[in-house]
């Protein structure tokens, strides 16, 4: 390999083994046939009809709906298992514990009874203002909840 000084002159000489050299031309060649491949496949790229573009958008946009509604689904069912032990600690007395089992239910899949019975899990620890504030929480997620209305006047 013969070098240039930029000027038209050479500068000096380098000797490449014969084995590297294959290898030089090799990857040459490779990225040479890449760029030709590329050029021909910008060159007769097809663009995707709307109605293909649509029907895989479509598609996707089932698929993420249906997985987000199995996912609320396991959601709701998980929170009603931990509703359900924190109804029961609720009717033994242990208010601390119903309040911690709601609290993770309500993590998991927040609705308006979640939010009520925390609010009169509280109230019975005579933790009046997070009582209000879940009670009003509870309302948020359904304002139609009489029982909870008529909670929030009494507090």
């Known amino acids: 390999v013969v070098l240039d ?13 014969l084995k590297y050299q294959k290898i030089a031309m090799a990857t040459a060649i490779g990225f040479a046939i890449m760029g030709f491949i590329g050029f021909f ?3 007769i790229h097809i663009p995707m009809t709307s109605t293909v573009e649509q029907d895989l958008t479509e598609k996707l946009e ?4 249906e997985a987000a509604k199995h996912e609320i689904s396991i959601g709701k069912e998980a929170a009603d298992m931990i509703k359900a032990q924190a109804n029961e600690a609720f009717k033994n007395g242990d208010y601390e514990t119903a309040t ?6 309500i ?6 009874i979640l939010y ?11 933790w009046y203002g997070y009582a ?19 909670f929030v006047d009494w507090i």
């Open 100 to 105: 911690e089992l709601y609290s993770k239910a």
């Open 132 to 150: 209000l504030i879940d009670a009003k929480k509870a309302l948020e997620y359904d304002s139609k909840y009489i029982k909870v209305m008529h």
């Open 41 to 43: 496949v910008k060159l």
């Open 107 to 112: 993590e998991i899949h927040p609705d308006a």
């Open 62 to 65: 089932t698929s993420s709906l």
């Open 116 to 126: 009520s019975n925390r609010s009169f899990a509280y109230l019975r620890r005579e």
């Open 5 to 17: 000084d930029n000027d038209g002159e050479t500068c000096c000489m380098v000797y490449i083994d």
